[in-house]
Each structure stands twice: as C-alpha cells, then as structure tokens.
T-cell receptor, first 114, second 113 residues
Framework: SQQGEEDPQALSIQEGENATMNCSYK?????LQWYRQNSGRGLVHLIL?????REKHSGRLRVTLDTSKKSSSLLITASRAADTASYFC??????????????FGTGTRLQVTL | AAGVIQSPRHLIKEKRETATLKCYPI?????VYWYQQGPGQDPQFLIS???????DKGSIPDRFSAQQFSDYHSELNMSSLELGDSALYFC????????????FGPGTRLTVT
C-alpha cells in the first residue's frame, strides 16, 4: 500500500521563486528522506530528517517534519532551472536502529522555467 | 567518492527470457536494497540483504530471486520475463551503524519485448 502521498503532483514555477512540496505518510517512522530524480535517471539523496527533529536545512533546502500530522514539507528557495526534476519523499518505518526498506511517495514533478 | 555501480545500464530481453542484474555497493556498505520503478511510478521495494543474508522482502515476484555474495555485491535474477517487468531497477546500499541514508545506483533499465 502507498505510504507517502505527495502534493502537488506537478508544480511549475519561474526561476528565483520558491517551491514547496508536501508529503504525508501513514505509519510511525524512523526518519523521512527526500530524493530527487531527473527524468529516467537515478535517485539522488537530498536530505534526511529524523523522527525527533522538526526542521533541517541544507543549502537552499529546508525540510520540516510534523510527526503528529504525519507530514513533511520540502522547500527549495531561489529555484534554478537545474532544479527541474521529480522529488520523492521516502520513509523508513522500521525501528531496528539500522536502515531498512524505504517506502516512497508518489512524487512531485517540479518544472522551473527561465 | 565511490558510488553504487549497477550493470548493465540497459538490457533488452524477450518475453519468457531470463535476466541478471548486478549491483556493486559502495565499499564498506554491508546492506543492499533492490527497488523497481515502473514508468511514471514511484520506486517499490523488492528485497534487501544485510551481511549476505536476506533481511527484508517486499513485492518481489516468485519469478525473481536475489542474493548477496561474500564480496557484498548482489545479483537480481529474473526468470520468465513478462512485459510488465519492463522498469528501472535500482540498487541502493547503506553503511553499518546508525546512519539511515541509502545511496542509489544509476539503475538498470530493463525492456521486455
């Protein structure tokens, strides 16, 4: 069953604007991760936020996590054309202390135009 | 830095044929995961290995099998291929310890005709 649902499914913005993508999930998690995928290419790890963290920053990326609402958001500030890609959230739901399988959301297709 | 290596990068097979996909994890990574991504779909977990033992299993068909070898590389064997098996197959690896990040390879694009 689908763990993560993302919205919007598609987002089109102009270069320089901010892009916000949201992800909701259903079960308790160890952590939530965001990945980027250029069309038909590999998945690039962007950022990981643990279940006991509420906000994390990495460069132009800002991730928030609300475990009470089982939701997360990814904000990309000052977007660039090179940010055009699909963005997936993925949850690690197993409390074993080691990495376990990731359950991916449906993805948001971001288009950044000049 | 070394990344996850997958081979081949592209593979074309006919229905009912077999295919073997290989994955070479990042050095000193002891856990390997396999994911399948159909066209326009999100990646779906297939199977994982930790220290050469199967650690978790997802929606992997019985026609597929996988193993992790003593040098930590892994192979996904797919038999009696069907048109619906056409997809991107990703391998990911993660290191031992309390890090949860998975590092993905570039994927193998399998096309079944």
């Amino acid at each position: 069953s689908q763990q993560g649902e993302e919205d919007p499914q598609a987002l089109s913005i102009q270069e320089g604007e901010n892009a916000t993508m949201n992800c909701s999930y259903k079960t308790s998690i160890n952590n939530l991760q965001w990945y980027r995928q250029n069309s038909g290419r590999g998945l690039v790890h962007l950022i990981l936020i643990r279940s006991n963290e509420r906000e994390k920053h990495s460069g132009r990326l800002r991730v928030t996590l609300d475990t009470s609402k089982k939701s997360s958001s990814l904000l990309i500030t000052a977007s660039r054309a090179a940010d055009t890609a699909s963005y997936f959230c993925a949850t690690d739901a197993q409390n074993t202390g080691t990495a376990s399988k990731l359950t991916f959301g449906t993805g948001t297709r971001l288009q950044v135009t000049l | 830095a070394a990344g996850v290596i997958q081979s081949p990068r592209h593979l074309i097979k006919e229905k009912r044929e077999t295919a073997t996909l290989k994955c070479y994890p990042i050095p000193r990574h002891d856990t390997v995961y396999w994911y399948q991504q159909g066209p326009g779909q999100d990646p779906q977990f297939l199977i994982s290995f930790y220290e050469k033992m199967q650690s978790d299993k997802g929606s992997i068909p019985d026609r597929f099998s996988a193993q992790q070898f003593s040098d930590y590389h892994s192979e996904l064997n797919m038999s009696s291929l069907e048109l619906g098996d056409s997809a991107l197959y990703f391998c990911a690896s993660s290191p031992e310890g309390d890090t949860y990040e998975q590092y993905f390879g570039p994927g193998t694009r399998l096309t079944v005709t």
